[in-house]
């Protein structure tokens, strides 16, 4: 299997770049995309929300009425969750833990079903190198519509360079992702995909 190969200028090169069919031409398997990419956000999530139960609340217990007689229905104390200012009956506390397991096939498998998937729309493509001389967000915005890309774009690199991150800092559809820490939810979230080769080799490498 072949990835387009684009030039600085955007331009399809004479030939593609062979990829292995064990990464990116698996079929598409939906169900394993949405586990792997609900259990991603839900590791990513923290507890910081803390709610206050009926027995945190600061109110009387003595009972507001009497049982009987008042024609009112019967009451225990206004701590109760169905009243205003009472205490929540399943309160959020710090201590949650949304975590999902996840094992690490799954894992793999679920990333090799985005990126065939990615490769079979033709939403991928490869550069040899994409790097900038000095820091400036300009020269990257410029870079990328040279490329032909308007809309948001993911660029997977090899290494870390800190010039292409400084640059893509306050471009809100430009995300700049080294091969190793390719996430699920950032490669269906871009609709295009920009990776060096070395970056495609570094993914074959790590999924295979």
Same mark, same amino acid.
């Given at each position: 299997?072949?990835l ?34 609900? +259990? ?16 945190? &609340? ?12 008042t024609?009112? /229905? ?14 929540? +009956? ?5 201590? #949650? ?8 096939? !799954? ?19 490869? !550069? #040899? ?6 820091p ?16 948001? &774009?993911l660029?997977?690199?090899?290494g ?7 640059? +893509? ?23 295009? !995909?920009? /990776?060096?080769? +070395? ?5 074959? #490498?790590?999924?295979?």
């Open positions: 299997m072949e387009k190969l684009i030039d600085k200028n955007g331009k399809l090169g004479n030939s593609g770049v062979a990829v292995s069919d064990s990464t990116f031409g698996r079929e598409f398997n939906e169900a394993l995309v949405h586990q792997v990419v609900v +259990a991603y956000l839900a590791n990513a999530r923290t507890a910081t929300r803390a709610q206050l139960g009926r027995g945190n &609340v600061h109110h009387t217990t003595h009972k507001p009425w009497n049982q009987k007689g024609g009112r /229905a019967r009451a225990g104390m206004s701590s109760s969750p169905i009243w205003r200012g009472g205490g929540r +009956a399943f309160p959020n506390s710090p201590d #949650e833990n949304f975590s999902h397991k996840l094992n690490r096939k !799954v894992f793999r498998a679920g990333m090799r079903s985005i990126l065939s998937e990615l490769a079979r729309q033709e939403r991928i493509a490869v !550069v #040899e190198e994409f790097s900038l001389e000095v400036k967000t300009k020269l990257l915005s410029e870079k990328i519509k040279g490329l032909g890309y308007e809309s948001g &774009v660029l997977l690199v090899d870390f360079d800190e010039n292409l991150y400084l640059s +893509a800092r306050n471009l809100p559809n430009v995300l700049v992702v080294e091969a190793q820490y390719a996430d699920p939810v950032s490669l269906v979230r871009f609709e295009n !995909v920009v /990776a060096t080769r +070395a970056a495609v080799r570094k993914l074959e #490498e790590l999924l295979a």
